[in-house]
């Protein structure tokens, strides 16, 4: 294997090769020294990349789910209009509710004009039309790349425009450019919403009230976690950002205990919250019917409460009820099956325990924009302070590797955390995968073409940019980023409708009239020219 895999790197010119294979690691638990991986650094400049930018993790990712905000990208029309509405991040009104603005994409269409002699009195204008004709309560503006060049002050006139219209109005530059990928936008659009919103309300919340982190309602993942949520008893104060609103997530704070579902995308709110609040947060995981289950019971035993427990476990076997009898339908089309996994910084180690569940292991995995810590956990370093008075845990990222939390708590609340959830905040995942699996960050397209090969897995799930390539090579993809035209598919139901589109797409009889090129020709090799 490890010979194979250095011919898909050895066909790179030298300083490519050295680059490329720090970003491929073979699992083997069995290695001296744990295994790392370089990842979180910049693409090289030629290659096609699956990555996206600042902007889309910005508004893409984080603010845009927003429902009750008028999201105005500041930029030439293109960001916008692709931006708009690929997401399938789903949102709708609930009671009491009155704005939803998700199927809208404004835009201020920046002109030539306005790049030579400045945009901020196009974006005022902007503005005031959308105030007139929509009349919101919240309005965000997010930057594309040109602003940042020609230096509109967007916090100028977003503070302008609340001191003229009496509404919130917030500011992201978050300028494609900046960073390496998505994930410096998530970052920006944290702070943001740290700063501006989180905090502000004050709507009494109950006993087991819990906000939902890094769950977008990609083709209505969070109703569907929401539901069994509600079923078993908790109030889920806000969810960022997916069907999230700023009325909602004013509140956050008021909320007992954070669930962590992307990683990823929201730590930076998590540890935000903690530090400013003292509320804990749980890593949780609600795709695949192992991973519910576990993170339910997770979450009874952090609020350690008999009836909570019980009903817990009286909602899981019910809910099991309704499913298993639809996944043990479609199983026996999946068992034994290998899929590769290549999505953007969460989703290729959550769903490796979806497939788990179908009987179905992965082979390879990877993300677009994960940090170190996604790959190769974090290593938690207990650290008890004897005369703690506050019952809280405060994880501290330590830099520059970002490989080290230090858990701050009193010894009253480690010695009974320690007993009953896993203080691994975050176990990383090649951990998770098995011996001579690949993990590989910031796949490129030809890399894609050389393991469909090397590897033939029956089902390679990537996004739009990777689904054609690999039907083209008659192997069969579902979009894990859209979850195409369908979902939900987090949750115990979700886990149901996965079984059987996984089952359907594997057995269709499609991909036995697909003959790649390499299947029945021989290739012509092209060459990378060496500088
Ligand atoms: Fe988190 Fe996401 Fe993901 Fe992500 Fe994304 Fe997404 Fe994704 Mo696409 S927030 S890291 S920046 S789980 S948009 S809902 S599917 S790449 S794996
Ligand atoms: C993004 C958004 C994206 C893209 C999906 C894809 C999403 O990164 O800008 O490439 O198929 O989930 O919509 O990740």
């Not at 739009?464 to 690999?470: A, M, N, T, V």
């Not at 079984?499 to 697909?514: C, E, F, K, Q, S």
Request: hydrophobic letters at 35%; one cysteine or more; charged letters at 25%.
């Amino acid at each position: 294997m490890k010979d194979h895999l250095s011919r898909i790197v050895d066909k790179y010119p030298a300083n490519i090769f050295k680059n490329r294979k720090e970003h491929i690691v073979l699992v083997d638990h069995d290695s001296e020294n744990p295994q790392t991986i370089t990842a979180n650094t910049r693409t090289i400049p030629g290659i096609i990349t699956s990555r996206g930018c600042c902007y889309a993790g910005c508004k893409g990712v984080v603010i845009g789910p927003i429902k009750d905000a008028i999201t105005i990208t500041h930029g030439p029309i293109g960001c916008g209009y692709y931006s708009w509405a690929t997401r399938r991040n789903k949102a709708r009104l609930e009671e009491g509710e009155t704005d939803n603005y998700l199927n809208y994409c404004f835009s201020t269409d920046l002109q030539e004009g306005d790049i030579v002699f400045g945009g901020e009195k196009k974006l005022k204008r902007a503005i005031k039309e959308v105030v007139e004709i929509f009349h919101p309560q919240n309005i965000m503006i997010c930057s594309t790349c040109p602003v940042g060049l020609i230096g509109d002050d967007i916090n100028a006139v977003a503070a302008w425009a609340e001191q003229e219209f009496h509404i919130k109005v917030l500011a992201f530059s978050c300028e494609g450019y900046k960073g390496v990928t998505q994930s410096a936008g998530h970052h920006i659009a944290n702070n943001g919403l740290i700063k501006n919103v989180v905090g502000t309300g004050n709507t009494v919340t109950g006993k087991y009230s819990v906000n939902l982190l890094g769950e977008y309602n990609i083709g209505g993942d969070s109703w569907e976690i929401e539901r069994v949520l509600t079923r078993i008893g908790y109030e889920v104060v806000s969810v960022m950002t997916g069907n999230g609103s700023i009325a909602k997530i004013k509140n956050a704070h008021l909320a007992n205990l954070n669930l962590v579902q992307c990683y990823r995308s929201i730590n930076y709110i998590a540890e935000m919250i903690q530090t400013k609040y003292g509320t804990d947060w749980l890593k949780v995981n609600f795709i695949g019917v192992q991973s519910c289950i576990e993170s339910l019971r997770d979450m009874a035993r952090y609020f350690d409460d008999p009836v909570l427990i019980a009903r817990t476990e009286e909602v899981i076997a019910e809910e099991l009820d309704e499913i298993m009898p639809v996944i043990n339908h479609y199983q026996p089309l999946c068992v034994g099956k290998t899929a590769a996994l290549f999505v953007g910084g969460s989703r290729a180690l959550h769903y490796q325990y979806l497939f788990q569940d179908l009987g179905m292991e992965t082979v390879l995995a990877g993300f677009e924009f994960a940090h170190r810590d996604d790959y190769e956990g974090s290593e938690v370093i207990p650290f008890i302070k004897e005369d703690a008075d506050s019952k809280n845990i405060e994880t501290l990222h330590l830099e520059p590797d970002e490989k080290h939390y230090r858990l701050v708590l009193s010894r009253e609340k480690y010695e009974t955390l320690k007993k009953q959830i896993p203080l691994n905040y975050f176990g990383g995942m090649i951990k998770v995968m098995k011996n001579n699996s690949v993990v590989i960050d910031d796949i490129n397209h030809y890399e894609i073409d050389e393991f469909l090969k090397l590897l033939k897995p029956d089902i390679f799930c990537a996004g739009i940019k990777e689904k054609y390539q690999i039907h083209k090579s008659g192997v069969f993809s579902k979009q894990l980023h859209s979850y195409d035209y369908t979902g939900p598919y987090a949750g115990f139901k979700g886990a149901a409708a996965f079984a059987r589109d996984i089952a359907l797409g594997l057995t269709a009889p499609v991909w036995n009239m697909i003959r790649p090129p390499w299947k029945t020709e021989p290739m012509l090799e092209g060459s990378l020219i060496k500088e």
